[in-house]
């Protein structure tokens, strides 16, 4: 590969798989040789087979699922973007700013596949995301106000709860909104939506918890 023989090299890394099946790391070599001819359905096939081995590995969860969007296969592309979510939000510290992208990702594939449901889910969430990292920002009322991007996300993630009504993550997702405006009425009502939904929904692990700690928190007002 270093010297630029990537057909020999692809040859090799097939032999060592050959060899020793349970050496995942060569599909990650072979994903990269295969890339380097422009293969990309080829790579994309054994960066699959890597993760199936490495699932923690989440720059190459990020490339597998732009190799599958580029691919065209936005099913699979968003179930890869949506475990790169679900792990991003598990990491220490702040994420705002990397979670942007692949909700941004997500955007773009439910519009190339009419899906209205997860086109204004992924952009309010996105909104959302940016309006934390406004307000975490010395100027946080300069070029973007954040009262504007949470007016905005709340839009985007109300017309998300109206094509699915039996969904949690809009709710959720309004529920900090509005906490976060000081409407203390719509944010209890969209945190029990939020709670009665989860059970039939999909929530990432991180989001089950932020569910969980938000109804601790107002167990003694009336959300029911």
């Known amino acids: 590969m270093r010297r630029g023989l990537v057909d020999d090299a692809i040859r090799f890394y097939e032999q060592s798989l050959s060899a020793d099946p349970a050496f995942q790391r060569s599909h990650l070599n072979l994903a990269a040789a295969y890339l380097e001819k422009n293969d990309e359905a080829a790579a994309c096939h054994h960066l699959g087979k890597y993760l199936d081995a490495y699932p923690e590995n989440l720059a190459a969860r990020t490339r597998y699922a732009e190799l599958l969007a580029g691919l ?13 979510i679900a792990a991003m939000q598990d990491l220490p510290g702040p994420v705002e700013q990397g979670l942007v992208g692949p909700h941004t990702r997500l955007v773009e594939i439910a519009e190339a596949s009419a ?48 094509e699915q009504p039996h969904e949690a993550r809009p709710s959720l997702y309004l529920y900090q909104v ?47």
């Open 115 to 162: 899906d209205a449901y997860g086109e204004h889910l992924h952009r309010g969430i996105a909104l959302w995301l940016l309006a934390r990292r406004r307000a975490a920002m010395a100027d946080s009322e300069s070029d973007l106000p954040v009262e504007s991007l949470l007016c905005k996300a709340a839009a985007e993630l109300t017309l998300a709860s109206l």
């Open 72 to 84: 065209h296969r936005f099913k699979d592309a968003g179930g890869a973007y949506e475990a790169v």
């Open 178 to 224: 509005w906490s976060h405006l000081g409407q203390q009425q719509p944010a209890l009502c969209r945190l029990r939506q939020a709670e009665d939904a989860a059970p039939f929904s999909y929530l990432t692990p991180a989001e089950q918890r932020t569910l969980h700690l938000a109804c601790q928190a107002y167990r003694d007002e009336p959300i029911r």
